[in-house]
């Protein structure tokens, strides 16, 4: 049994009592990721600090008090529901693993119902039309930077990562002059994503007022460092505001209302996955009980103006 201290977040977690940490090492030990041992080895000892004793001495009250705590925690929007079912899982396993090994005679997670977190996207995440309208013509009166940076999201359907990290190396241009982006993935792939003409042409416009290489990113900041996904966010949610309208959305939202929108309007699934990343095409059945609410809605995606005459002065 031992004391112990581990970094985590940036800061320490110190707990004051004793444990023993030679079982979380065997534990862990069966796993191949560095990152992933860490992160076990991070969540086990939260726990054990929560509960303010040894992991072997752990009851059912302790473990049901943990993920209640956790879950309240959600709902107050500290951490992602995701996030808490994940724990959940970790320690589970973990658990399960003491049991297996005749450390403890129950595992008290089995009596608790694991925090199940719904896989469709949720209908308050996809942006109606008519604020889709009104969130566009915002945006645009504001700087032309930030304007084409969420739109790249919306129209191309990007993650906040994505746009933040793009560099002006990654456009391209195929046989049938077609803009598109690559991203390049793990085992040598690549990923090839469509820009609207639109949104092309607000780039260009965007580099010349910049003194940009090939090789920079595309958004930067005042300091000439990448723009962040925060700034983005803050943008997005002033001009709900601004808009009025009743609901802030987030950047991730107008990427799940573009994957709606584009299967509403007759993208296949398989086109789905290719545009917006997906690891499979059943990934778009998240969005199909979202499109019927669409229907009520007259303005068609493509008549979103993106592009108006006097956008080629600077702002």
């Given amino acids: 049994m031992i004391m112990l201290s581990i970094e985590w977040g940036g800061g320490v977690l110190m707990l004051s009592f004793e444990h023993n940490q030679d079982l979380i090492d065997k534990f862990v030990f069966k796993l191949k990721r560095e990152k992933t041992k860490k992160d076990y080895k991070r969540e086990i000892l939260k726990f054990v600090k929560y509960i303010e004793k040894d992991y072997l001495n752990a009851t059912y009250d302790d473990c049901f008090s943990y993920i209640s705590f956790l879950i309240k925690q959600s709902e107050e929007d500290k951490i992602s529901k995701a996030t808490v079912e994940r724990i959940y899982s970790t320690l589970y396993s973990f658990f399960t693993f003491l049991k297996d090994s005749g450390y403890i005679g129950f595992n008290h997670f089995k009596k608790i119902v694991k925090p199940q977190v719904s896989r469709n996207i949720s209908k308050e995440k996809i942006i109606p039309f008519n604020e889709l309208d009104r969130l566009i013509s915002v945006l645009k009166e504001g700087k032309m930077r930030d304007y084409i940076a ?3 999201i919306f129209t191309s359907g990007l993650t906040i990562r994505e746009v933040t990290s793009l560099k002006w190396n990654q456009f391209l241009e195929d046989p049938n002059e077609n803009i ?14 469509k820009v609207s003409n639109d949104v092309w042409q607000l780039l260009n416009i965007h580099k010349r007022q910049t003194t940009a290489s090939k090789d920079s ?4 900041n005042r300091f000439d460092n990448p723009l962040s996904g925060r700034w983005l966010g803050k943008v997005l949610s002033e001009a709900c505001k601004k808009a009025g309208l009743e609901k802030s959305y987030s950047p ?5 209302s573009a994957a709606a929108i584009s299967l509403k309007n007759g993208a296949s699934s398989g086109q789905a996955m290719e545009q917006f990343g997906w690891s499979d095409s059943r990934l778009a059945d998240r969005y199909l009980y979202s499109i019927p609410v669409l229907d009520d809605n007259a303005i068609d995606y493509m008549n979103f103006k993106l592009l ?6 600077e702002k």
């Fill in 150 to 152: 969420l739109m790249l």
């Fill in 180 to 193: 598109g982006i690559v991203f390049y993935l793990n085992n040598n792939r690549k990923r090839y994503v």
């Fill in 217 to 220: 990113y595309v958004f930067l």
């Fill in 252 to 256: 991730s939202d107008l990427r799940h």
């Fill in 308 to 313: 108006n005459k006097n956008d080629d002065k």
